[in-house]
C-alpha cells in the first residue's frame, strides 16, 4: 500500500535540488577528467565550459539558500529516531557548505592564477575575477590555498554526496518512509513505488 506523502518539497525547490545536483555530478566528473583532453584548444575549451557551469551552479546555490532561508523544510517522519534527524541536519548543513566554498574556491582560484585567462560564461557573458585578488601581493599564496581546498574539497563533497544519496535509498528501500518521494519529482514517483514493490 502506498504511503501517504503527507508533506513534501514544492516544485522550486525540487527543480533547484535536482539542477544542482545534476550540475555537481557534471562538474565532478569534468574536473577529474581534464587530464583526458589534450593540451590546447579541447583542454582550454573543457576549463572554460567548467568555469561557466561552476558560477552557474554558484548562483543556483545562491536562490537555493535565499529560498530555504525563507520557507522551513517539511518535518522528518514522526518515526525518524532523533539521533538519525540530527545526522541529517548535520549532512545538509555540510552539503550547503560544500555547495557553496566548491565554487568560490574555484571562482577565487581562477581569479588568482598567474595566467589571469578571461572568464567569459558560455563564451558570451564577461564575468569579473573575485574583486581584489589578482593585485593582491599574497596572490600566489591565495592562488595555492584555493587550488589545494579546491582539489581536497571535491574529494569530501563527493564523499557527502554518496552518504546523502545511500541515505535516501535506505530510507526509501529499508524504512520505506517518504524522504526521498518527497524531493523526487511527481513523474518518477510510480516507478520509486514499483522498485520497493508497492503498486
Ligand atoms: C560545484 C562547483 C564545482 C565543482 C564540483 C568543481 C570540481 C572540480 C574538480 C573535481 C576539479 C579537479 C580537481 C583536481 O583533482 O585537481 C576541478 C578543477 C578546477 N576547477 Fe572546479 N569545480 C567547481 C567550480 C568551479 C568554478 C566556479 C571555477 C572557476 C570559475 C572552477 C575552476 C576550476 C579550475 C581552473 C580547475 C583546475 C583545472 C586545471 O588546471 O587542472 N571550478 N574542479
Known amino acids: 500500500m502506498k504511503s501517504t506523502a503527507t508533506a513534501s518539497y514544492n516544485s522550486i525547490a525540487k527543480t533547484l535540488h535536482w539542477l544542482i545536483a545534476l550540475g555537481i555530478i557534471f ?3 569534468l574536473g577529474w577528467c581534464f587530464d583526458f583532453f589534450p593540451k590546447g584548444e579541447s583542454r582550454f575549451f573543457a576549463i572554460q565550459l567548467h568555469k561557466s557551469v561552476g558560477i552557474t551552479i554558484l548562483l543556483l546555490v545562491f536562490l537555493r539558500v535565499l ?7 517539511p518535518p522528518f517522519p514522526a518515526t525518524m529516531p532523533l539521533w538519525e534527524q540530527r545526522a541529517a541536519y548535520a549532512g545538509h548543513f555540510l552539503l ?3 555547495m557553496i566554498c566548491m565554487p568560490l574556491s574555484g571562482w577565487t582560484m581562477v581569479s588568482a592564477s598567474a595566467h589571469n585567462i578571461p572568464t567569459i560564461l558560455y ?3 564577461p564575468w569579473p575575477n573575485v574583486p581584489g585578488v589578482q593585485d593582491s601581493p599574497h596572490r600566489e599564496l591565495i ?11 571535491a574529494l569530501a563533497f563527493a564523499a557527502l554526496i554518496v552518504g546523502h544519496a545511500a541515505a535516501a535509498w535506505r530510507h526509501h528501500l529499508v524504512a520505506k518512509d517518504d524522504i526521498l518521494l518527497r524531493m523526487a519529482p ?3 514517483h510510480g516507478i520509486l513505488y514499483r522498485l520497493r514493490g508497492q503498486k
Open 143 to 153: 592562488d595555492h590555498v584555493t587550488d589545494f581546498i579546491h582539489a581536497n574539497l
Open 96 to 98: 550547503y557548505a560544500a
Open 27 to 29: 562538474m565532478l566528473t
Open 186 to 188: 511527481r513523474f518518477v
Open 123 to 125: 563564451g558570451l557573458v
Open 67 to 73: 529560498w530555504r532561508l525563507t520557507h522551513a523544510a
